[in-house]
């Protein structure tokens, strides 16, 4: 009997727990504590650099290019400052679709390069949707091993080529 309710309490607290993890408002990139979400993105979004002025601004829409790790999907925080600038652009402009580009460098296997391309991919992608972009403005393509951006077979090279890329298709 003691078993069987010490089991039924460690469910209660696990659940519990679940139930107040999900119920905690925000994440990494800014967004608000508002009440008002919108297919899981809330309605009152705020983005890192609301306070940059209009040269810091440009600068973080220059950056096109986000750069990864081997083997990794991971952005870093800068980078997503710029894809962070780059979502509010595209909410406040619904008619501009973006494509959004991953690659890999000449190792591994074209499937697992595919793969990984697309996952670099999606990562910026997420950052644009979690920001509010509507996925419809938003194509995501992996390219794997097959645009490199530099042509060689040393690490210079191959950094070059672990990326994704925003590329605007209408402006």
């Given at each position: 009997?003691l078993?069987?309710?010490?089991?039924?309490?460690?469910?209660?607290?696990?659940?519990?727990?679940?139930?107040a993890?999900?119920?905690k408002?925000?994440?990494?990139?800014?967004s608000?504590?508002?009440?008002d979400?919108?297919?899981?993105?809330?309605?009152?979004?705020?983005?890192y650099?609301?306070?940059?002025?209009?040269?810091e601004e440009k600068q973080?829409?220059?950056?096109?290019t986000?750069y990864f790790a081997l083997?990794?999907?991971?952005?870093s925080?800068?980078d997503?400052m710029?894809i962070n600038?780059h979502?509010?652009r595209?909410v406040?402009?619904s008619?501009?679709?973006?494509?959004?580009?991953?690659?890999?460098?000449?190792r591994?296997?074209?499937?697992y390069n595919?793969a990984?391309?697309e996952?670099r991919?999606?990562?910026?992608a997420?950052?644009?949707?979690?920001?509010?972009v509507?996925?419809?403005?938003?194509?995501v393509?992996?390219?794997?091993?097959e645009k490199?951006?530099?042509?060689g077979?040393?690490?210079a090279?191959?950094?070059k080529?672990?990326?994704a890329?925003?590329?605007?298709?209408?402006e």
């Open positions: 009997m078993l069987k309710t010490l089991k039924i309490g460690v469910v209660v607290v696990a659940v519990l727990g679940l139930v993890c999900a119920s408002k925000g994440n990494r990139w800014g608000s504590g508002g009440n979400e919108v297919g899981g993105i809330e309605e009152n979004v705020r983005f650099g609301t306070n940059l002025s209009p040269a973080l829409l220059a950056q096109r986000y083997n990794s999907n991971e952005l925080d800068n997503v710029s600038a979502a509010k595209l406040n402009a008619r501009t679709r973006i494509r959004v580009e991953g690659h890999t460098d000449e591994g296997s074209r499937e595919v990984l391309a996952r991919a999606n990562a910026v997420n950052v644009l949707i979690l920001k509010g509507p996925q419809e403005q938003i194509s393509v992996s390219y794997g091993k490199p951006a530099v042509v077979h040393d690490e090279a191959w950094s080529n672990r990326r890329v925003i590329v605007y298709e209408v």
